[in-house]
């Protein structure tokens, strides 16, 4: 049974969120190339609708490339007002996002 906890994204394949709330968390990792233990801050989203369909999930965003998509929005929370996609591609150290904010139709 797939629980839906937290959102992991399929190689090309489309993910459209909308985020309630965020924070940043310490999580300890293994680094996959040294196999020592580390620690490394991550961005982590309250999804509250994922592909159309509401959920109660978490988004994490450790690839500090794909957080800077959201600099200007954390502070006030803006980010609540679009819905963001991201798009994987690629994988390990050379996995690039696209990611594309589209402003939430509020009626």
């Known amino acids: 049974m797939v629980l839906s906890n937290f959102i992991v ?10 985020f309630t709330d965020h ?5 300890a990792i293994r ?3 040294t196999g020592r233990a580390k620690t490394i801050n991550v961005l982590v989203f309250q999804v509250d ?5 509401a959920v109660s999930s978490e988004f994490s965003i450790t690839a500090e490339r794909a957080a800077t998509n959201f600099t200007s929005f954390l502070e006030d929370k ?18 690039e996002f696209e990611v594309i904010k589209t402003p939430l139709k509020r009626g």
Do not use: C
């Not at 609708?49 to 369909?53: I, K, Q, V, Y």
């Open 31 to 33: 680094d996959s190339l």
């Open 23 to 27: 924070e940043i968390q310490p999580r």
């Open 49 to 53: 609708e994922l592909n159309g369909r």
């Open 9 to 18: 994204l399929e190689e090309g394949k489309p993910a459209v969120m909308h």
């Open 78 to 95: 803006s980010y609540r007002d679009y819905l963001w996609t991201f798009t994987a591609r690629g994988s390990s150290f050379q996995k």
